[in-house]
Structures are given as structure tokens and as C-alpha cells.
């Protein structure tokens, strides 16, 4: 996936040049020679220990988002914490909060209840999948992980996608390291920002416009459609997965 991976890179950086073409301002500015305040020296070890526990995690065994939780808390607590009450209650978008909590929720819901199951079911008893026509099973396959997508986000697919695999497998006659591979390529194109959620965040943080991002996302969706999606398949043909 080193492939797909470095040309996406390559588009989406030439996606945002083209549509957000920006001019380089010339200013002066004078280096910040102050030494570090007692906050600063707190923050670097807090970061630094949240780092090495993330790297570490599979000795210790704790979950990287509860050691990241537990970062964020210690950050906020009174004395220790970098912002009081006010700035919390100004600053933070409880908006996306809130996104970020309910796509969450509604894609566990969907995955645990069954109902993703029932979904991805009926969308493979539709998608045409035939072991004598690799290319068409290739697109399909990419189809019905987008269309998943709009459904759970991209949090959801590899829950759905990953226990299903062996039966995309078994219809389409790829093997099934390259079926649970070309789920990547999919999901990992969101078509509407809300897709995926660190696009979603990204957005609230630099306070973009939603239509920018939105323009984004098709474009690269677009052009990964028409330009990506048949170099993948031919990068998985000259690899011997198809």
C-alpha cells in the first residue's frame, strides 16, 4: 500500500495548491529568545511521556486512546492543566465535540446491533463480483467499501468490512489478503468531509469553511476514482495479488 499511499500524497497536495492558491508574504520577525516558562517544561514532559507510552503500548498493553485521554485530562486540571475554565468554555468547539462522540457512537451501534452486517449483506448480494472478471470485482469491491462509508464513516468499515472478507473472497476468487487490502484504498478516500472524522476536526481547528472542505474531498475522491483507482489495480496485478 507504500504506493497508493505516496501518490495520494502527491494529489492531495496538488489538489490543495490548485484550489487554495496562496501568496507568500514577506515578514520580519524576531526569534522568541525568552527561556521556557514552568508551563512550557510541563507540557514537553507531558507530551514527551504520552509519546513513549504510545510507542511502547505494545508492552504495557494500554490502549492508545485511553493513554491520549488521559494526557488531555492532566492537561485541563487546575494547577497542573494549561487553560482555566473560561478559555475552556471560549475556546473549545463543542460542536465537533459532539460530532466526534455521536459518528462514534452510531458506528458502534451500527457494527454491534448486527445492522452493519444486515447492510453489508444486502449491498454484496447487489455487487456484481465474478471470478472470471477481476477488473469489474476490482471496482466493485472498491464500490461497496464507499458505499459503507457513507453508512458507518470510515471508523466503522474495517469492523464491517474485515469479518465479511472472506466472503467477498470466496465471490470475487481473490485471495483474501488482497480483498481486506482494497478495502484501504476506499475508505480511506472520504467523498463528504463528515466521512472521516479528523477531516472534521481539522476543519473546526482552522476554522475552514465546510464548503472548502467539501470541494476538497470531491476532488480528490474524483480524481482518485479516474486516475488511482486503476494504477492501484494494476499496482496489485504487477505485485501478483490479482
Known amino acids: 500500500m507504500t504506493f497508493v499511499v505516496a501518490v495520494t500524497i502527491i494529489l492531495l497536495t496538488t489538489a490543495i495548491i490548485y484550489l487554495f492558491p496562496a501568496k507568500p508574504v514577506h515578514r520580519i520577525t524576531r526569534p522568541d529568545t525568552s527561556a521556557f516558562t514552568a508551563a512550557e517544561w510541563r507540557l514537553m514532559f507531558i507530551t514527551a511521556l504520552t509519546l513513549l507510552l504510545w510507542i511502547t ?3 504495557h498493553g494500554i490502549s492508545p486512546a485511553w493513554i491520549g485521554l488521559a494526557a488531555a485530562c492532566i492537561c485541563l486540571l ?7 475554565g473560561n478559555e475552556f468554555a471560549n475556546g473549545v ?4 465535540c459532539l460530532y466526534v462522540a455521536a459518528i462514534l457512537g452510531v458506528t458502534t451501534v451500527v457494527v454491534d446491533s448486527g445492522l452493519g452486517e444486515a447492510i453489508a449483506n444486502g449491498l ?7 471470478p472470471d472478471s477481476p477488473f469489474i470485482s476490482f471496482i466493485s469491491l472498491n464500490a461497496l467499501t464507499s458505499a459503507l462509508n457513507f453508512v458507518v464513516t470510515a471508523n466503522g468499515v474495517p469492523a464491517m468490512f474485515t469479518p465479511m472478507a472472506q466472503q467477498f473472497a470466496d465471490a470475487s476468487g481473490f485471495s483474501l489478503t488482497t480483498v481486506v ?3 484501504v484504498f476506499a475508505y480511506a478516500t472520504p467523498l463528504l468531509p463528515y466521512q472521516a472524522s479528523p477531516i472534521v476536526v481539522a476543519i473546526a481547528l482552522g476554522k475552514v469553511p465546510v464548503r ?4 476538497l474531498c470531491l476532488l480528490v475522491a474524483i480524481v482518485s476514482a479516474l486516475i488511482l483507482l486503476p494504477l492501484n489495480y494494476l499496482w496489485f496485478l504487477l505485485l501478483g495479488y490479482i
Do not use: E
Not at 487546575?78 to 482555566?84: N, R
Open 78 to 84: 487546575p494547577k497542573v492543566g494549561f487553560i482555566d
Open 181 to 183: 487490502m482494497i478495502k
Open 93 to 96: 468547539n463543542f460542536r465537533t
Open 212 to 215: 472548502d472542505g467539501v470541494k
Open 124 to 130: 454484496l448480494a447487489i455487487t456484481p463480483l465474478a
Open 57 to 59: 503500548d505494545g508492552w
